[in-house]
């Protein structure tokens, strides 16, 4: 069954690595849905899991076990196009480091999805420009990564995180390598972004105060997942 308010639903999902003798149970059965719209924080100490279920929800890793759907899809049973696809048009990411290419300008980085899709080059450079201005960076649009701060840098992934409007964007720690001024200004953005998009956020940080600020949270521990931040 499918519900049009639910964009995206983690069912029971384990992921267990094995390494030569070790086997590793780093998720134990994560439940999660993440309605429309929604900006949804997840906390947890470093190695409790949570890029492992960014990578899975984001269809760049599989699941040992349970399923994510998106929009009653499951993401994992798509064809390797087909989940190319649902990353290029439906889904955006956010890395900690911005992962920008180096031999590309701003508005060039921006454009990359569109170019990917197909889009013609005028018209991508045209919606890159207008994503750039949304995040704050009219200023940048020629600039080379390496001309650019850490926080200008993260502006331009989110730009380009949401170029093609994408129903659900996955940011992993967006913000772990700025410092607090830019983290915050970072965060604001996203809250202004909501006026804009109807793009669920969905964060990894370790900043309480900011997760905080999100419409729900939760925490990653020992490989399962909590509502809120405390216990
Ligand atoms: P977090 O993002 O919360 O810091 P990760 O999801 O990166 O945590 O990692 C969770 C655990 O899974 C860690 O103990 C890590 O060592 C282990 N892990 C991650 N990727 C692999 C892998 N490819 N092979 C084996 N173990 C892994
Ligand atoms: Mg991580």
Do not use: W
Request: glycine share 6%.
């Amino acid at each position: 069954m499918t519900n049009s308010k639910i964009i995206m639903q983690c069912d029971n999902l384990t992921k267990t690595y094995i390494d030569g003798e070790n086997k590793v149970s780093v998720l134990k059965g994560v439940n999660l849905t993440i309605n429309s719209a929604e900006h949804v924080a997840i906390v947890g100490s470093s190695g409790s899991g949570k890029s492992t279920l960014l990578h899975i929800m984001g269809a760049l890793d599989f699941p040992t076990s349970g399923q994510v759907t998106y929009q009653g899809t499951n993401i994992h049973k798509l064809s390797t196009n087909q989940q190319a696809e649902f990353r290029n048009q439906s889904l955006g990411f956010v890395y900690q480091f911005h992962h920008l290419l180096a031999e590309f300008s701003a508005v060039e980085n921006v454009a990359m999805p569109l170019l990917i899709a197909g889009e013609k080059r005028s018209q991508a450079l045209k919606k890159a420009q207008d994503m750039l201005e949304l995040v704050g960076l009219s200023h940048r649009l020629k600039h080379f990564p390496s001309a650019l701060s850490g926080g200008e840098r993260q502006r331009v992934a989110i730009a380009r995180a949401i170029v093609n409007k994408p129903k659900i964007v996955l940011a992993d720690e967006p913000t772990g390598n700025l410092d607090a001024e830019n983290a915050q200004s970072i965060f604001k953005l996203i809250d202004e972004l909501k006026a804009n998009l109807s793009t669920s956020f969905v964060f990894v940080t370790h900043d309480l105060a900011l997760a905080a600020r999100m419409d729900k949270q939760y925490r990653l521990i020992k490989g399962e997942i909590a509502q809120g931040l405390t216990q």
